[in-house]
């Protein structure tokens, strides 16, 4: 009868592996570590942008209405523009879609928005020190085996 429970992973012990094994282990660790590292950065990235967004949306203020000021169009493309309504702005609520939002509003979106990037950054940074830990630890068995391999003789 077949078991009705889903297989848990099957744990091996690093330390029984050998030197080919270990360095596979290694290079998939190595692999993992480059890419929640680079996920970190890119997550600090958007935190940045949504920071910005704030202080973005701080500078407007009423007594600016009627000013000229140069608006986004892509990240290096600014045109001149004049601020018609300083009570509210648009939101990019992602995927092409945009909001209007008063400014409390969008501050309180966007200040959201970086609180969630902050718990998922916290949470990437435990998963990126445990995975420097296990390669810490992988690394020392490598090199304990490879001193155990040269200190042992040759059989003939």
Do not use: W
Not at 85 to 98: F, H, L, Q, S
Not at 107 to 122: F, S
């Amino acid at each position: 009868m077949a078991s009705t429970t889903p297989s848990q992973p099957q744990q091996i012990n690093v330390a029984d592996l050998d030197l080919q094994q270990l360095s596979d282990v290694r290079r998939q660790l190595e692999e993992e570590l480059n890419h929640l590292t680079n996920s970190f950065a890119q997550l600090k990235q958007a935190q940045a942008k949504f920071k910005s967004c704030i202080e973005n949306v701080r500078e407007i203020k009423p007594q600016n209405k009627g000013t000229t000021i140069l608006v986004p169009l892509t990240n290096s493309l600014y045109v001149p523009g004049h601020l018609s309504d300083a009570e509210n702005v648009i939101v990019d609520v992602g995927t092409g879609y945009y909001v209007k939002k008063s400014r409390a509003q969008a501050t309180k979106y966007y200040e959201t928005k970086v609180e969630y990037i902050r718990t998922n950054l916290d949470t990437l940074q435990e998963t990126i020190q445990k995975k420097q830990e296990n390669m810490s630890y992988l690394i020392n068995v490598m090199q304990a085996k490879l001193q155990q391999s040269q200190t042992q003789p040759t059989k003939v």
